[in-house]
């Protein structure tokens, strides 16, 4: 083991910031004692919890293993000692009072990374002891290990620059993941991690202690203050845990006569369980054999709590698949196609992963999540962070607002910096809006409306279609729908009032792309055909996908031909929409704009229409029948805006997003050119298609193999996810990899590498399957 | 002013929980005090600043209020007079390092309500000091006050109990506000407010003290700690600042030689100043003069910093009309009805209350929203703060999740508790996808779809419509407004490609309810006529709003008629969509319903369409061309679910929404009915409707007074906004008050109460200008 970790000390630290999390077991309870402050008693806390499992009756754990990944103070000061030490003695006290079958415990304690400073290096100590009589010998083990120990009584992130042992968040997680990872033997087993200081003290590198484990996310106990000022710093603790997105077990504290506890029982009822121990006998001589003996109780009931607080985790995890089947109703899905065993639970989030619950394996995997969640994923670790703290701060400061007539801090915010110019995307919602902006705007210069009181409607002589590319995509309501052309979405089956308003041109795609003249004279061509052979119809808008049309089935436009297409419009005054900004892509400018979906940073839904000054001067008047009657009562709700500022301040700013390339202060490119070369070169493959934080992979198919009810890719897509901790989603014949624009290249080219033996493997499996 | 106070408590006391709270003026800077933990320093930093403050050069403040509303230990501890003791002798220090002109300075200290173990009684102090010379004399006043004072050296909520002077939370803001307002003279006042222990200690009630101060939410000063351990309790007390809304203006600590500052400088950086305070002697017997001198720079800087974040905050409230004017485009808005100066500037929300800036007066006033939001204000202001810790959780915990084949426990939780009743509302997104449900299942019902992969519109034999009531709303998106009949918002000028596919009946209001068979025969006359005379066209939905008609004009439908309706259609086979479900009042259920707004507190979208198992099975089938192809990227999402479920059951539950009728199992009457009674008597009301959170009032208007464009309220609503803190909307000639299903009947009172004497003074105005 400690060969193992040598090497993986030295392997993390050299791949600097890949956040590739393990999987964290749920077959042994694992929890992770963090402190409101220091000196509140963890390392008691620790030991006492430890003595209780070991003593617990049948059936117990046969393995209780403790890890301080962080010592200071060292050798003087070792938690992983004090609870070597004691527990044993704790046990034989605890095992007297109970009874039970006569045990043997074997005991180690071992500290692997001491810093330079360190003096006297510490051995590795090992223990056994037996317990009762003699009949029906219970073997139990209890494994102690400190990680990195530091001599200075100081935080570790004084300590590691001290002595000169820094060590990277990466190579702690790395550790404590194979350390929750370890199987024992055959019984049961526990884990107990202890923090170091308070929940938000530095570790080494400076990180906190609740950012530093959140990969793992395993359940707190959190360890209160009894003193005077104690609920304040408990319940502030207790609040900073939630804000990392952790779940607190229990909580636990000394009583110091000041009825904290009774306070925090109250305050926390229906949350968190409370347990209250005796005080702690403050003479330094006290070998707190007596305090043990009085808290046994509290140790034994703080044991009873978490391991009820497991169960529970764990049967709740595993009923999810069957209760998501009987009660929900997702979108895109046929849910006969959806095996209950392929549903997937998902735990919680770390930045660009999933933690994915394997029902079989009782497992919380990391999974890579390669769909970006219908791209609206767009945050590393730290800005998820920075993102909860802003939504609670926004839910606490706002709540809800109303739009109209008001203003407030984060709507105003967003709106200046979206008006600086911003990354990405579409809204349904914000769609409907755009085409009735254009549409307005294309009646006041055509001077088609002239009383506002008057409907033309009813003469039946005015109708007014869309100009959009073949393949597009805008959302799902009717409105965004009519302004595509025909597909699978747009049936009768699925929308019955669907009658496509639009005429819809082939756009060329880059592997076709040709001259420009011939892109003129064909956007030409059609829009004067269609103008002289339908009277009473006005092609009163351009709406567009910027160069990638995604659920029509990721394919590159020209972005030539989208340009000339702008150009032509905006010289027959008709308004033109961009559904999903890429301005600089193609280099013109829209009427309209509609953006939703990353801009939040996917924590929550706002959809943003953004339009020039002459779009709104034509809804202006003295009267209210002209103003813009569409609104949503969310329009503008303060925790979508907060998100936004927080979301596009973060990705375009170089000190937040290592993606930004400083020198033309756009996305660098994420996908590995050789790896997007070599896939488009293997045999199956049609065209791969890698631009910013896609990479989409197109399989040759033909007949029902191709297409959007397509299930061709789906023994694929299943290999990704059960062995490769991919979660990809097929479109049809197509496969794609999405990231968010602060993923780091490292992690694209890993999950880029896994995709290539998969394909490979794949054709063939699939040749032999059916060709 | 003793007098004043003392009768408020009483006033206040007898009141209970009527969270009236009062303007903030930021014509004076007035910040919080608040503590990482007990025993860091609070009342040194106090008195620093406020010595700091006094002794800066002109233009400072001539006066300096300083307030300790809770004070334990005393009279042995007295941090006002604390206070009043150093600043004097603090300031002369100053003075003769920095000169300037001489200087007189009156100070006053004084306790308003000690206990009644409190001896001996304070007095109160006064004195006049002068500094420097003679020419030029400077008038300053330094005015300290403790407002609650027990014996006992504990927290405030044991001394309240322990020494028989209990105090509620609407005592001490009702004083703290009145402290707020009051004015001292001409020049410019600061005001320094000291809490007790640290930010989540609990006050007299046991409130704690970052939720008791939040209604003004005073901008804070956060005495971070510099002991072992203080970088953590620095972070977790400022992350609970945020959690309660709180802007913290900066954090000053003491070196203890840790480097705490240096950590948290780097990591508060962009974010709130840091200032650091030189070692505080421990020697008791120290009178901390030397110390006061050497901290005198920190304080300055400290007392700058604070200035500076005050009048930023100032000057960005004031710029926001204007900027508002020129970035936003606010919905059902038309911008030149709307004078800059009418704009509403939201700078937070407390439960009920927007708190709005008032430009003119340089004032924050708390309005009653009486839109509720566009019934989407659900959170009392408890309810307000658990939605915050909870969006701060689920950020973390998950980020964005993506839905289809996916599970996750706030969606599975959501659905499980919204499958087992739950009270209210709409969405247009909800509505599209509930149409698309119906017709499915009408379309299977009737054998209309044989074969999935033909497209039968093409043939143009059958055409969906949907039965619905004239004056109903379902939305803003092309789908939902098709489904509802002519209307304002349904013009060419707003919407062009509505047709308004359904057929609409005129539904009879309550005051015009007659027998059932008529009903009956008029439903059963429409369809039949309607199918005889249309023969590819089917009626292949029913959609209604429950009851009340919301957006139409606050209309009550005769819940007779609409339960007939549903009967009828039943018997026919066509599928019945309630948007907003209110099942219980109608005694009949839908096959599909729709809900949003409310359901998450209001705090985030979130839109759910449930639906019976017949109509998901219309769904089933090995293809996926047959599911439901419309969905959205935020299907589902974690932060809406989570809000949702903690929303859903705060609202049923007895414990926490004090107007559920416990006998009933439903919302008591909110609306006192002799004060409706009353303001439906008077001469220019047509009609008063009262249920549940809505009371709305039609006044008799005709030609172009009446309808949606009418400005005719528009007068009232002035004044209820600027003179009776409510923040209405007019609909029309309709006027409303909603309130959130937790709010108070006393509050609904107070705000009704306002109601009737506007309305008088209205109708006269009224009749003297137009009629």
Same mark, same amino acid.
């Given at each position: 083991m400690l060969r193992l970790l040598r090497h993986a000390r030295r392997h993390s630290t050299s791949s600097s910031? =890949? !956040?590739?999390a393990a999987a964290v077991p749920l077959t042994s309870p694992a929890f992770a004692v963090f402190g409101a402050?220091?000196?509140?008693?963890k390392t008691l806390v620790s030991a006492g919890l430890v003595a209780s499992l070991l003593a617990? *009756?049948? +059936?117990? *754990?046969s393995t209780v293993a403790y890890l301080k990944p962080l010592q200071t103070g060292f050798p003087d000061d070792s938690d992983a000692r004090f609870v070597f030490d004691r527990a044993p003695a704790l046990l034989r006290r605890l095992r007297l009072a109970g009874g039970g079958a006569s045990t043997r415990l074997v005991a180690s304690n071992h500290t692997l990374f001491p810093s330079p400073?360190?003096?006297p290096l510490p051995e590795r100590q090992d223990t056994v002891v037996n317990y009762g009589g003699e009949e029906g010998v219970e073997e139990k083990a209890l494994v102690c290990r400190t990680v990195y120990a530091w001599?200075? *009584?100081?935080?570790p992130h004084l300590a590691a620059e001290r002595e000169g042992m820094p060590v990277e968040d990466e190579e702690v997680r790395w550790l404590v993941d194979r350390w929750l990872a370890e199987e024992d033997g055959g019984g049961e087993v526990w884990k107990v991690l202890e923090t170091a200081g308070g929940v938000a003290s530095p570790g %080494?590198?400076?990180?906190l202690q609740c950012d530093l484990y959140r990969s793992s996310r395993l359940p707190a106990v959190l360890v209160g203050?009894?003193?005077?000022?104690g609920i304040s710093s408990t319940l502030s603790a207790y609040e900073t845990l939630l804000l990392r997105g952790y779940d607190v077990g229990s909580v636990i504290l000394e009583d110091r006569g000041l009825s904290n506890d009774r306070f925090l029982l109250s305050y926390l009822r229906k949350r968190v369980p409370v347990h209250v121990l005796p005080p702690i006998p403050?003479? +330094?001589?006290?070998?707190l054999t007596d305090w043990f003996s009085e808290s046994s109780s509290a140790f034994s009931s703080l044991k009873d709590s978490l391991q009820s607080f497991h169960s529970r985790r764990v049967q709740r995890l595993n009923s999810m698949q069957r209760k998501s089947k009987y009660l929900l109703w997702w979108p /895109?899905?046929?849910?006969? @196609?959806? %095996?209950?065993? =392929?549903v997937t639970v998902i735990d919680s989030r770390f930045g660009e992963n999933f933690s994915a619950y394997k029902v079989k394996d009782k497992t919380i995997v990391p999974q890579f999540d390669a769909c970006a969640s219908w791209w609206t994923q767009g945050p590393d670790s730290n800005l998820q962070i920075e993102l909860a703290r802003d939504m609670g701060y926004a839910a606490a400061r706002y709540g809800h607002v109303m739009f109209p007539e008001n203003v407030h801090e984060p709507a105003l915010r967003c709106a200046e910096l979206l008006l600086g110019g911003v990354g990405k995307d579409n809204g349904s919602t914000a769609i409907e809006i755009a085409l009735k902006m254009a549409f307005r705007k294309y009646a006041c210069d055509h001077g088609i &409306?002239?009383? $506002?009181?008057?409907?033309?409607?009813s003469e039946g002589s005015v109708h007014f279609k869309v100009l959009a590319l073949n393949g597009s995509y805008h959302g799902d309501t009717l409105g965004a729908m009519e302004a595509? !052309? %025909?597909?699978a979405y747009t049936s009768f089956l699925q929308? %019955?009032?669907? $009658?496509?308003r639009g005429l819809f041109l082939d756009p060329p795609t880059v592997d076709t792309s040709s001259a420009a003249n011939v892109y003129v004279s064909y956007i030409s061509h059609q829009l004067s055909q269609y103008a002289m052979s339908n009277? =009473?119809?006005? &092609?009163?808008a351009l709406i567009i996908e910027p160069v990638i049309q995604g659920a029509g089935g990721m394919h590159l436009i020209d972005p030539l031909f989208q340009r000339l297409l702008v150009k032509e419009c905006k010289n027959r005054k008709i308004p033109v929409i961009f559904d999903e900004s890429a301005s600089e892509l193609l280099g013109c400018f829209p009427d309209i704009s509609c953006y939703a979906k990353l801009m939040t940073g996917g924590i929550v839904p706002l959809a943003a229409t953004l339009a020039t000054e002459p779009i709104f001067e034509a /809804?202006?008047?003295? =009267?209210?029948?002209?103003? @813009?009657l569409h609104g949503h009562?969310?329009?503008?709700?303060p925790m979508g805006c907060t998100a936004a500022v927080k979301a596009i301040q973060w990705y375009k700013d170089p000190s937040t997003n290592s993606?930004?390339?400083?020198?033309?202060?756009k996305l660098k490119e994420l996908w590995d050119s050789a790896l997007v070369n070599h896939l488009s070169s293997l +045999?199956?493959?049609?065209r791969v298609v890698s631009l910013g934080t896609l990479c989409a992979i197109e399989l040759k198919a033909e007949g $029902?193999?191709?297409?959007?009810?397509? @299930?061709?890719a789906s023994s694929l897509i299943r290999q990704l996810r059960e062995e490769d901790n991919i979660y990809a989603r097929p479109l049809g014949n197509v496969i794609y990899l999405m990231c968010g624009p602060c993923t780091t290249q490292d992690i694209c080219t890993r999950q880029l590498a896994k995709l290539r033996p998969r394909y490979v493997s794949f054709f063939y499996t699939y040749c032999v399957c059916y060709g």
């Open positions: 910031s =890949s !956040a590739a402050n220091t000196g509140v008693g617990s *009756p049948s +059936p117990s *754990p400073a360190v003096d001599r200075e *009584p100081v935080s %080494p590198s400076g990180t203050d009894g003193r005077l000022g403050e003479d +330094p001589k006290d070998d /895109f899905t046929q849910h006969d @196609l959806v %095996p209950v065993d =392929s &409306i002239v009383d $506002s009181e008057k409907d033309i409607r595509q !052309a %025909p597909s929308q %019955p009032w669907y $009658s496509g009277n =009473s119809e006005h &092609i009163a /809804f202006r008047s003295d =009267s209210k029948l002209t103003a @813009l009562s969310y329009t503008a709700h993606n930004i390339d400083l020198d033309r202060m +045999p199956n493959v049609k $029902s193999d191709a297409g959007y009810a397509s @299930l061709y």
